[in-house]
């Protein structure tokens, strides 16, 4: 009878310990999550209610600095340019990479397909700001775009891009667009690649071309991938601020100015801790707002 007991009360005491490390592991995370998510947040939604400038004594203002917030039409004009980054940011990476990554998988595993991958990934693990500037000099008036222009007999196209009130933002998002498309391509070619390929051979065999193959296949078997990268993509477009910031500073005028990059000003520029704050929240859930819909449409598509 005795040996029963004592299996029992050793299961516990391994339950036990297994759940003490489990604990372990996971008190640092929690902390640290805690210490760098968590109250930072609470903090923010806290000085949103005051007009404060970081130093003096704070008043309370109640919702004053959120009604400002849609009352203003500077900052309705960031929103707004960030909706306009989502085409760059994620419109032209996703199809670009769906492409790419089709092109790809159709060529043979060889050096060349490993040799585009890491062309195409590049990009991305180049810092954004170095982007931006990099991208900067290439824009401007003797820059490689306008030098590549007059190569080409196309001169009378040449402008200082992120100088033109017209094209500064169009000229932003393509620089996003380059940064994002290598990471679109792999991750969806990694999402072919988990493709059962007794499909592709069965649609061949029926005589499918390669859009049927596409629509029918590729596409609908990517649709996790293509929600990841939309999330991601979109999440980028709403609160970017390094290419900005050293690309443009949200010039000509406000023409590339983004949310981003005025909270930084109006936190740390215009010493408005509360108006920045209250921005901040509100961008926050503006993000949700569309990332939200997109996981739940995702999750909804895979039942």
């Known amino acids: 009878m005795s040996h029963p007991v004592a299996r029992r009360a050793t299961a516990r005491a391994a339950a036990r310990r297994v759940t003490l490390i489990g604990w372990g592991l996971l008190v640092p995370a929690l902390a640290a999550y805690l210490g760098f998510v968590v109250w930072p947040l609470a903090l923010g939604v806290q000085y949103s209610f005051y007009d404060w400038n970081g130093v003096g004594v704070a008043t309370w203002v109640g919702v004053e600095n959120y009604l400002k917030v849609f009352a203003d039409q500077a900052l309705l004009g960031s929103i707004t340019n960030a ?104 991750l969806l070619l990694t999402g072919i690649g988990k493709i059962d390929t007794s499909l592709y051979e069965a649609i061949r065999i029926d005589g499918a071309g390669w859009w049927r193959e596409f629509f ?72 949700l707002a569309v990332v939200l819909p997109i996981q739940r449409l995702s999750r909804a598509a895979d039942r």
């Open 83 to 186: 909706f306009i980054l989502i085409a760059f940011f994620t419109i032209i990476p996703v199809g670009v990479g769906l492409v790419l990554a089709t092109l790809i998988r159709s060529l043979r595993a060889g050096w060349f397909s490993n040799l585009s991958q890491t062309v195409l990934f590049l990009p991305q693990i180049i810092p954004l700001a170095a982007a931006g500037i990099a991208w900067a000099w290439m824009y401007a008036q003797t820059g490689t775009v306008n030098q590549v222009f007059g190569w080409l007999g196309l001169g009378f196209l040449a402008r200082p891009w992120l100088a033109d009130y017209g094209t500064a933002l169009p000229a932003v998002g393509l620089i996003g667009s380059w940064v994002l498309t290598g990471l679109c391509t792999v």
């Open 216 to 287: 029918t296949i590729t596409l609908p078997g990517l649709r996790q991938e293509i929600a990841v990268l939309v999330t991601l993509t979109v999440i980028a477009a709403l609160s970017s601020f390094d290419i900005i910031y050293t690309s443009t500073q949200g010039g000509p005028g406000r023409a590339t100015m983004v949310p981003g990059l005025l909270i930084y000003r109006i936190g740390f520029t215009q010493s408005d801790v509360g108006q920045a704050s209250a921005f901040g929240i509100v961008l926050m859930l503006l993000v």
